[in-house]
Each structure stands twice: as structure tokens, then as C-alpha cells.
């Protein structure tokens, strides 16, 4: 591997863009949001392409839009919480950055998102179900894909950012 990328992977509510911001500032490297870019370029935000074109649609644009951030060299991604599901996504991440899984309780997670209506997966009559469906359906593949697992959950969020830093400087340094 010969990127200095790190990829943070996860469920929605996991904390990938919190922790991203700061892992970044860190180290003093860009940090992108890979949903906040897909919004950027299309001029509309994720609710509103999965009305319009459905998941199927949203994970094409996924897709193309992880193609362009994985060419990028010395950055944070914090990905989309479905990332995952595309085999070609998680060979991209693999080769081409440290990938750390936010491992987050169903509990943490409901209590994260319970306040943001712009989560299309979530507009449903139980969240916790959808959440839990969720993770069992990814938790293997994004333990698959991991370099690194920590629980975002429990952790601090600079305490999560030194834990990470410090497994990824001896990759790297």
C-alpha cells in the first residue's frame, strides 16, 4: 500500500465524519465526506436522490464517487454507511488506505441519528430494527475490509483519534 489514506467505515451515527474532521486536522491532510461529495456534485442531498432514483441509483453514484476519492493520495474519507455492500468499493479502500472500522452499539447509534430526519434508511416506523438489520447484514464485511476495528461507541472522540493515530503511524512511520 503505498497511500497514506485513512478510510473510516461504519454504520450512520458510528461517528466516521466527527472523527474524520479530527483525524485529519491532525494530521494536517484534506477530509472529505464521500456522501457530502455525491450532494456537492449532484446539487441535492442523499434523501432526495434515494427518492428519485433509489438505493440502486444512490450506490452507482457511490460507487463512481469512491473510484475518484481513492485516487486521491494523503487524505480522511469517512464513507457512506453502505459503502461496503460493493465489492469493488471495499478492493478501492483496501488498496488504497488504511481502513478503521467504527464499531458502534445499536443503542449509541439509535440515540446518534433519533434527531436527523435526513437519513433515508431510517424513515422507517422502527429505526432500531432497520439499525439492527443493518449491522448484521455489514458487520462481517466491514470487519472483512478493516485494518483497524475500534469502538466509536464507548471512546471519547479524541481518545478514538489518538487510538487510531497510533496504529496507523506504525504503518507508516
Known sequence: MNKKNIYLTGLMGAGKTTLGRLLAKSLSVPFYDSDK?????????????????GEKGFRIRENKMIKELTELDEIVLATGGGVILNEENRSLLKENGFVVYLQCSVDRIVDRTSRNSQRPLLNVDSPREK??????????????????????????SKAAVKEILKVYTRKFV
Not at 455525491?38 to 436522490?49: K, L, M, P, Q, R
Not at 439499525?131 to 470487519?143: D, G, M, P, T, V
Request: charged residues 25%.
Open 37 to 53: 461529495a455525491i450532494e456537492d456534485i449532484t446539487g441535492v442531498d442523499i434523501a432526495t436522490i434515494f427518492e428519485f432514483e
Open 131 to 156: 439499525i439492527q438489520a443493518l449491522l448484521n447484514e455489514r458487520e462481517s464485511l466491514y470487519q472483512a475490509c478493516a485494518d483497524f476495528v475500534i469502538d466509536s461507541g464507548q471512546m471519547q
